[in-house]
């Protein structure tokens, strides 16, 4: 099963490194966080970099992922930052202890064809990312991570 949470529907305050941890949408993240055993960070790419909500929520509730595997889906505007996700999954890694996926998808503005959709390219590793997720989150969760 799977569960989606949207940043733009949770209303995460910015962390601030005290108080802003008790917020109710921060409590909301973190459990969603501790009962997973996967996460996918699907994030656009700004300024080379994964946006800032995104790094908000890792901050927030990074350490519940420790243990766990997560992988990244990356949409930006030009092939130029296909890079920028090694931040974020440095720090999730050595930081959080969480097993990264090494595959990601980074799919840039002539990815999306228009009249919407994705290119065949994109789909195809979206496709292969899947399998990969899937494997390494069943074997990680075998082995049981502290």
């Known amino acids: 099963t799977s569960e989606l949470v949207d940043l733009r529907d949770l209303d995460l305050p910015l ?7 008790g917020h109710p949408a921060v409590v909301t993240l973190n459990e969603t966080l501790a009962t997973c055993d996967a996460c996918v960070f699907a994030v656009p790419i700004y300024n080379f970099d994964l946006n800032a909500a995104a790094k908000n929520a ?22 130029m930052s296909y890079m920028s996700i090694m931040a974020a999954a440095n720090s999730l890694m050595l930081d959080f202890r969480t097993v990264v996926v090494p595959r990601f998808v980074y799919a840039a503005g002539d990815d999306f064809p228009e009249g919407g959709g994705l290119s065949g390219a994109i789909t195809a590793r979206i496709d292969r990312f899947g399998q990969e997720f899937s494997s390494l ?6 082995c049981d991570l502290p």
């Open 58 to 79: 890792i901050e927030f509730a990074g350490r519940k992922l420790e243990g766990k595997v997560a992988g990244f889906l990356c949409a930006a505007g030009g092939h």
């Open 137 to 142: 989150a069943r074997a990680v969760r075998e």
């Open 15 to 21: 962390c601030d490194g005290g108080p802003s941890y």
